[in-house]
């Protein structure tokens, strides 16, 4: 039995995870409107298992938050649970826990992502 190879164009996992993620982005950063302070309880649609409550004044459950959400959240949950500000101060970081495809969404859609990388390392 031979396999004929395919005629068309297969997409890879990365541009079909990019396209995915693409979907959810919200139109500005300044769409995110989540909080600041506090404690931010997710729902189950986001994260199913293991921790839903995070503090944000603690910068480890703040990460943990913004990956799961960036990672697992719809457009509407980007937009209450992620907060502008805090996003882009803890971008240089931020960047290097979450995966490859939503990192290469996020910072095509928005070049102030990058730019707080590059003042971060310079």
């Not at 600041?36 to 938050?65: A, C, F, I, K, N």
């Not at 949950?77 to 826990?97: G, K, S, Y």
Request: aromatic content about 8%; hydrophobic content about 45%.
């Amino acid at each position: 039995m031979t396999v004929q190879p395919l005629s068309f164009p297969v997409p890879d996992a990365f541009e079909l995870l990019c396209a995915q993620y693409a979907q959810r982005m919200p139109a500005s950063l300044k769409d995110l409107a989540g909080p600041s302070h506090g404690t931010v309880d997710l729902p189950l649609h986001v994260v199913w298992s293991g921790r839903r409550s995070y503090g944000l004044e603690q910068p480890r459950s703040r990460m943990g938050l913004y990956r799961t959400v960036l990672a697992e959240g719809q457009r509407q949950d980007l937009i209450e649970f992620l907060n502008r500000d805090l996003l882009i101060a803890q971008w240089p970081v931020l960047r290097t826990l979450i995966s490859r495809p939503i990192r290469h969404v996020w910072e095509a859609a928005f070049p102030e992502l990058t730019a707080a990388t590059a003042t971060t390392a310079a």
